[in-house]
């Protein structure tokens, strides 16, 4: 097997740097960011693309666009990381935990609906995995009950279900590129909407409130400093410029790691929707083994990299900084508890992607739990 690879990025991108460092230092800024915007706009075919500083404050300018703030309540799987509930609390506003359906990986709208009060806001889809639930349950079950829907797509790049691109059902989507996403900067974020309105408050909450929205004067409330720096905003570009062969590349890559795997015993490939159009951003396997998830722990050690074995990942409601709810998400657990999700890169080669495969095979196989 070939993994589809270019083989002059290296290149561009040293190019892309030089040029950006050779402008620096530029107290405003130069026209990287507004390359990069330009760039994002038209590979999601939307009008407005802003980066800021990380995919955590793409979603602090999302909610605040979205006039989320003090006393307010938003709906958030409990199938999520903290990083996704941090801008709520710095905004005053209250998460609200929900479940999420074993089978599908979607929110459980049936738990979302018991949750919901006279403060709720919004609803924050989490694509946990670059895994998408039902767009047109999504905004039905929004539409009902008057809420925005602001996406987190942070692993999501390149996905797509019922031919709706993540991070463009809702108002506004929130993308990561933090190392290890499919597209990359080191750090950084991004935020989609086809909303001026949105767009210029994001714009403004990034940098102190300057240039403000239309109609309103510069510094005439606080915001943030979550500007994207001109050297990452360069390395972003360059990765932007080939995106569609990195989605390729996560796609053959996982594609030949559950290719391998299909015959371990106690592992069953998790497989998108029939609609799904999946960026494949992690290999999924159901595990049917004795302690899941002390199992995914031990394929950690082993050097295999993978969502609950190297980081603990546990459902957000669990979290010690958050109040217990009346309703813990036990669906929300049992995904976690079983789901073995393997981080890739696009440094990971055919080579390694077979030596994770015959850890994760002798490990299955001899495993008593």
Known sequence: MTLPVSRDYPQSLADQLDRVLAQMPEPSGGPAVGQLEHALAEAFHVPHA??????????????????????????????????????????????????????TLD??????????????????????????????????FASEHDLVIIEDAAQAVGSSRDERAAGTIGAIGCFSMKDGKIVWSGEGGFLLTDRRDLAEHAVAFRSHWQPAPSGQASLSRLATNSRLAAPLAAIALANVHRLEELVLLRRAQTRHLLH???????????????????????????????????????????????????????????????????????????????TLAILLTERDTVATLDRYAAVITREATTWAG
Request: aromatic residues 4%.
């Open 260 to 338: 391998t795997l299909r015959p371990v015993p106690g592992l069953t490939v998790l497989a998108p929707a029939a609609d799904e159009h999946w960026n494949a951003f992690s290999p999924l396997l159901r595990v049917d083994l004795p302690g899941a998830r002390t199992f995914t722990e031990h394929l950690a050690k082993q050097g295999v990299p993978n969502s609950t074995g190297s980081f603990r990942l546990v459902p957000c409601d669990t979290r010690p900084m958050f109040p217990r709810q009346d309703r813990p998400c036990r669906g929300a657990a049992q995904i976690l508890d079983r």
């Open 50 to 103: 802003i980066a800021v500083s990380s995919g955590t404050e793409a979603l602090h300018a999302a909610l605040s666009a979205c006039g989320i703030g003090q006393g307010d309540e938003v709906l958030v799987p409990a199938l999520s990381v903290v990083m996704t509930v941090a801008p709520l609390a710095a905004l005053g506003a209250t998460p609200v935990f929900v479940d999420s359906e074993p089978a």
């Open 107 to 140: 929110i459980d709208y049936d738990d979302a609906a018991r949750k919901i009060t006279p403060r709720t806001r919004a609803i924050l889809p989490v694509h946990l995995w670059g895994r998408m639930g039902d767009p047109a349950a999504l905004t039905a």
